[in-house]
């Protein structure tokens, strides 16, 4: 059974920062992408977030939405199958649910598909 589970979420002034956590199980790494994706606020009945943040180790590389470069930084610990997303210089349009993803990096970065997800963690950046 795959299992993401995501943590690290919280409430944080504007310019602050965070890290999210997503624990995964039931996957490999060596086979899956994992993405971060964020749902903004007052869009949960859409089915898919904004693609944040993806790391592939089949393709050995990391791949960022414009608006978090240089701000956002993923990786990953293989030894306990988890990936970080570090947040730095957070702003208010930072806000929102986020939540890892796991599949092929074709399908999860280029296409915004996945078979599997988790719950995700919320962020809410204050003004």
């Known amino acids: 059974e795959v299992q993401l589970v995501e943590s690290g979420g919280g409430l944080v002034q504007a310019g602050g920062s965070l890290r999210l956590s997503c624990a995964a199980s039931?996957?490999?790494?060596?086979?899956?992408?994992i993405a971060w994706f964020r749902q903004a606020p007052g869009t949960d009945g859409e089915r898919d977030g904004e693609?944040?943040?993806?790391?592939?180790?089949?393709?050995?590389?990391?791949y960022y939405a414009d608006s978090v470069k240089d701000r956002f930084t993923i990786s990953s610990d293989n030894a306990k199958n988890t990936v970080f997303l570090d947040m730095n210089n957070l702003t208010p349009e930072d806000s929102g649910v986020y939540y890892c993803?796991?599949?092929?990096?074709?399908?999860?970065?280029?296409?915004?598909?996945?078979?599997?997800r988790g719950q995700g963690t919320r962020v809410t950046v204050s003004s």
């Open positions: 039931g996957v490999s790494f060596d086979n899956y992408a």
């Open positions: 693609r944040v943040a993806c790391i592939s180790k089949s393709h050995g590389g990391t």
């Open positions: 993803a796991a599949d092929t990096l074709l399908r999860i970065w280029v296409a915004g598909l996945y078979d599997y």
